[in-house]
């Protein structure tokens, strides 16, 4: 299983990226994903997740600014940044977990600054 990010980089306040993830290694359609992020000095936490079944659910702190989406098709999973604030930055992780065991990509970091 292998998780492949990017889209990351350097945005001011207010502004707008989009993070995309390709997943390979198993039957995307079949799992829910998720955007995990980790700031400095601070705990990995889970941004957004993205079920199976296209249910979706955010962390209160980006809710109404994030948007957690997936390609079936291209085996994709995205995250659709918008007003984003200098406490967004950090890495992000695309994560899924396949048959007990966790996997994670390689982070994209974002940054807001300006």
């Known amino acids: 299983v292998q998780l492949q990010a990017s889209g990351g980089g350097l945005v001011q306040p207010g502004g707008s990226l989009n993070l995309v993830c390709t997943v390979t290694g198993i039957m995307f359609r079949s799992y829910d994903v998720d955007w995990y992020r980790q700031a400095p000095g601070r705990q990995r936490e889970v941004v957004a997740t993205?079920?199976?079944?296209?249910?979706?659910n955010y962390a209160d702190s980006v809710k109404g600014r994030f948007i957690i989406s997936r390609d079936n098709y291209g085996d994709m999973l995205s995250l659709q940044m918008n007003n984003l604030k200098p406490e967004d930055t950090a890495d992000y992780y695309c994560?899924?977990?396949?048959?007990?065991?966790?996997?994670w990509g390689q982070g994209t970091l974002v940054t807001v600054s300006s």
């Open positions: 993205i079920r199976s079944d296209f249910s979706t």
């Open positions: 994560h899924v977990v396949h048959r007990g065991r966790v996997f």
